[in-house]
């Protein structure tokens, strides 16, 4: 017995035909034979399917509109993010309005409102902290599709279904990399200390340092080159103790490699530095950076064919997802012997 809504994929397999000959009995082509056909309205009778001719004359039509609402488009992170989803969506024919939130939760609740006012037909939003119900409580009301990325902003994941990566996971590995490496004052520097992002980032790092019997070092502030470039001095100044750092991202870890040159220490053979998210600048730095990928396209990908399942046929997206990530390792914890000069 099913316990959701019937999708057209339910019909198909309790008919024994293919999804695209039930979508053929739902057009009534005469391509299908009248037997199959009356087996497909069968078990769309049983299931208790019911059509919704809007949706399928919006997917017919090639037409249709999918919100995109982003906390900071300032960070290349969030930016491919945005562009891959973008393309993906286009690629099946949806047209896509994008909206930066420069993480001000006011504007976030009246973009979000104009979104729904010109008739998105689901949104995915990367959320900013701060009244949620401004947000959330429109949408909810809207009945349309939408997915939270990356941060979990509502916890009604069973409305908002919420995917990110394993933060913990790439926490882990990158301290893991840097103890390998003869690090034992490691640094987590950057990140809003009384955000949830910052916590999940935070979290595999302290499991780690904890199980070798170290202690964590937090400079929290903003997750941008400035803050980053001001660890960096200050950490050349007054707590030269400290022999590494993970970053909250990679914007702090950049601010950290320049902050580094300006007080005459060198990334890989002065300091182990690693960023997260393993942004398209990572590789091409000096030296080149140490980062936790998250294959942010691939993920975008992901979320796009998930949320217009969602739309299209019925079939929910898991109330919580996590994306496997990997430490690349390069030589900002490495050294310069493993640079690549080809």
């Known amino acids: 017995m099913l316990t959701r809504r019937p999708t057209i994929i339910d019909v198909a397999k309790a008919a024994g035909v293919s999804k695209s000959t039930v979508s053929l009995v739902l057009q009534d082509s ?4 009248q037997e199959t056909r009356q087996i497909v309205r069968e078990a769309m009778a049983r299931l208790g399917y019911v059509y919704n001719r809007a949706a399928a004359n919006m997917r017919s039509s090639n037409v249709g509109l999918i919100g995109l ?4 488009l300032r960070n290349p992170f969030f930016t491919e ?3 891959s989803a973008q393309m993906a969506f286009l690629d099946r024919g949806y047209a896509t309005v994008v909206a930066n939130t420069d ?3 006011t504007l976030q609740a009246q973009v979000v409102g104009s979104m729904i006012e010109h008739g998105v037909s689901a949104l995915v939003i990367s959320p900013t ?4 119900d401004a947000t959330f409580m429109p949408l909810e009301r809207a009945g349309i599709p939408v997915m939270q990325v990356l941060r979990k902003v509502d916890q009604r994941t069973q409305l908002f279904p919420f995917a990110s990566h394993d933060y913990e996971a790439g926490g882990r590995e990158a301290t893991r990399h840097l103890i390998e490496l003869g690090a034992r004052n490691i640094a987590f520097v950057g990140g809003l200390a009384d955000r949830p992002i ?3 980032r935070m979290a595999g790092y302290r499991a780690v340092l904890k199980d070798h019997g170290l202690q964590p070092f937090a400079m929290p502030g903003r997750a941008s080159r400035a803050f980053g470039h001001e660890a960096a001095l200050a950490i050349a100044q007054a707590h030269r103790h400290v022999d590494a750092a993970l970053c909250f991202n990679d914007l702090v870890a950049l601010g950290m490699q320049t902050g580094f040159s300006r007080a005459g220490l060198v990334p890989g053979k002065d300091f182990r530095l690693a960023g997260f998210d393993d942004i398209e600048e990572c590789a ?9 990928r998250c294959d942010i396209g691939g993920f975008a990908r992901q979320i796009a064919r998930q949320l217009l399942e969602w739309l299209e ?3 929910r997206p898991p109330e919580e997802q996590r994306a496997p990530v990997a430490l690349v390792a390069r030589a900002s914890t490495l050294g310069h012997a493993h640079v690549r000069t080809h």
Do not use: H, K, M
Not at 30 to 33: K, P
Not at 69 to 72: G, M, Q
Not at 129 to 132: F, K, M, V
Not at 284 to 292: E, G, M
């Open 30 to 33: 005469a391509l299908v034979r």
């Open 69 to 72: 609402v982003i906390n900071d």
């Open 81 to 83: 993010f945005a562009a």
């Open 103 to 105: 993480e001000n939760a």
């Open 129 to 132: 902290y701060g009244d949620e």
């Open 198 to 200: 910052t916590s999940e």
């Open 284 to 292: 091409q730095a000096w030296p080149p950076l140490t980062s936790v």
């Open 313 to 315: 046929d019925g079939v």
